[in-house]
């Protein structure tokens, strides 16, 4: 039970922090830059300029103009942390108009369910009243509506995301958002492009505290500060990806991708540290050999999440997140597999690291073979 205690002052640790934010903050509502689907995952997010399927929602909108479908459905559930927060990801993209637009829709939820909230466990007396242990979740939503459409220019497009977040502790707290991204890709001869605009406009997330009295006054007891309702602000990211789709004999395909990130809200640890501007580095290969008519194979690996770090000797080095993948595709169905890794590896003395197991799943509905972008 003492473990249990634990649990619940670090749940509330954080929630403190969380809620006592700034304006404008680092890291909000990073549940959205996780990553989805396994194949992006297993190449390390490095997919804004060759996505095409309903992945796409969230790597780059403006890729979804190259879906050869009247309908995709993409899902994915990924667990973190051994299992003690889960994710999951449902999309669907329809083309319409003769295919040179496309709608969509995707549900995220990332979450930690079951944490004990110890908060009455001590009597005023000073005894244990294991009664009156429960439980919460917290948990973070959102919603998002897609578009995207194919311009006069060949080989180009553009899309757009509006977002909706919902973000939940238990009853202590709930936070609204509302934000919009922005993508364009290009295409021509193999070579690709693409750019990623997330929270173009900055993503306005408000929390809402909900503590009752005596709640609080167990946090003050306890030397715990009190969270205010606070306004945090998402400042824009900007992606930019480059690639080559080469093949031999349309039998192998090999796509190595290699994307730039600019993040807006001040020096982060990453490749290149500036004020206001810090630049990250992705880069993914993906593999792929086609066994027939609607049978492929592929394999993936990437690597990302570059920073800096200083050894025991005062060394400085930089440290990287490798992950690698596999996906088949047979007929109306692709399933993606990605072993990810959320932490930093700088030699094997570093251990396994926090690896998780990715599984995404594709349908495919009412195949065409011909790409509306040729």
Known sequence: MRYQSRITLLAFLFISSALNAQVVRKYSNEFLNVGVGARGLAMSNAQVATT?????????????????????????????????????????????????????????????????????????????????????????????????????VKGLSIGGNVKMVYRQIGK????????????????????????????????FTGWNITFTDAEKQVLL????????????VTTP????????????????????????????DGRRNVLL????????????????????????????TGVGNLQRATDEIGKKRFIVSPNIGAGLHVKIISIDYALT???TVKDKSDGAGLYSHVISLRIDINKKNKDVSE
């Open 52 to 152: 095409s399927d309903v992945y796409s929602n969230y790597y780059n909108p403006a890729g979804l103009v190259h879906i050869p479908n009247t309908f995709q459905l993409g899902i994915m559930h990924s667990e973190y942390f051994a299992g003690i927060a889960k994710y999951d990801y449902v999309s669907v993209a329809v083309p319409v108009q003769q295919k040179k637009r496309v709608l969509g829709f995707s549900f995220f939820r990332f979450g930690i369910d079951d944490i004990p909230n110890t908060l009455f466990l001590v009597q005023p007396d000073g005894s244990l009243d294991y009664s009156k242990i429960t439980s919460f979740s917290a948990a973070d939503y959102a919603f998002m509506f897609h578009y995207a459409q194919a311009l006069p």
């Open 172 to 203: 202590f707290a709930k936070a609204y958002g509302f934000g919009v991204d922005l993508g364009l890709q290009y295409r021509n001869k193999g070579w690709c492009a693409g750019l990623m605009a997330r929270d173009i406009t900055g993503t």
């Open 273 to 300: 540290s500036a004020k206001p501007i810090s630049m990250d580095l992705t880069a993914g290969l993906e593999m792929k050999y086609v066994a027939g008519k609607d049978i492929d194979f592929a394999i993936r």
């Open 341 to 343: 890794n959320l932490t």
């Open 221 to 232: 007891q306890t030397n715990n500060e009190l969270p205010q309702n606070s306004l945090e």
């Open 237 to 264: 990211l900007i992606s930019l990806g480059g690639a080559y789709e080469g093949n031999i004999k349309n039998k192998f395909f090999i796509t190595p991708e290699v994307n730039l990130g600019f993040t807006t």
